[in-house]
């Protein structure tokens, strides 16, 4: 990615951030964080042992429609996000949808037929377990955020919060610019009060509460396939 657009889209965010921030249509109104991370929920299949493809980009939609109503400061963190769903939701669209139904069968299928380049992108550089590991990556930023969040005073800085979970997860997979672009991103977050709100679950306590109950699903579907992508020695794809 080369950096004048990217700076550009960070310049150009900030001058409508004021406006846009936190407005959202009626549409939104109704959107609610309980029910995205519901969705790691129900991705779960066979003793938690399997992830259904299908329920685990219906909650990252739904994540990203909820950094979307965080302002445009954060379009280029979505538009990557969405480029990768759009790559995993083709496949399962896709004439061999049925190999890409759970994370195993994907894996099994793309590695039994050679479509995952192993050590160099080349004649399959978006393969479905390359983009999943990139989802994936991000999933733990998401479990290690919204613990902090969890467990954090009133009065603790959201920037704070996700800046460290960024750098304990994602950032070791990032260019330096992209790095610094998002620690810039991240001064932009709301306070802790504002993000509760905006999450549309209730009072703050209801909030933890709900994160409480729903990150350990979070965690299963990121443990699972952590698990699988190591016997199968693909956490390193290109
Ligand atoms: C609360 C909002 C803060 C969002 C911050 C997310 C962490 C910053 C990520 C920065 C990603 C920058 C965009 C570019 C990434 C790509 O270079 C890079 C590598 O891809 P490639 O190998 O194909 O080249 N892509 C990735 O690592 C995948 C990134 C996907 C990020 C998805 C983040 C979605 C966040 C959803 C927010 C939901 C917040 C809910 C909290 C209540």
Redesign the pocket.
Known sequence: ?CAKPFFFCLLRSSNNILCNRFKMDSAEDKFC?RE?LVSFKSCLLNDDKDVLVEHYLTG?KG??R??NT?GTV?S??????V??IQIMENYLKGDNGERYRTLRSMVEYELSGNLVDLTKRSSHP?SGC??LL??H??LR??QL??EK?RTSSEDSK?STL?SE??NDS??N???WL?RK??SV??FA?PTRNT?FE??NVGSPDVVVEMLGEALPYVSKVYDFTQELYVQRNLLDL?
């Open positions: 990615m964080l995205v990252w994540l990203v909820f950094m965080l954060f280029f963190v979505s538009k990557d996000a480029t990768k978006d390359r983009t990139r989802l990556r991000a930023w998401l955020f919204l969040l959201t996700c979970a960024y994602l950032a997979y990032h260019p992209i672009t998002a991103a991240f977050l993000f905006v999450m290109p």
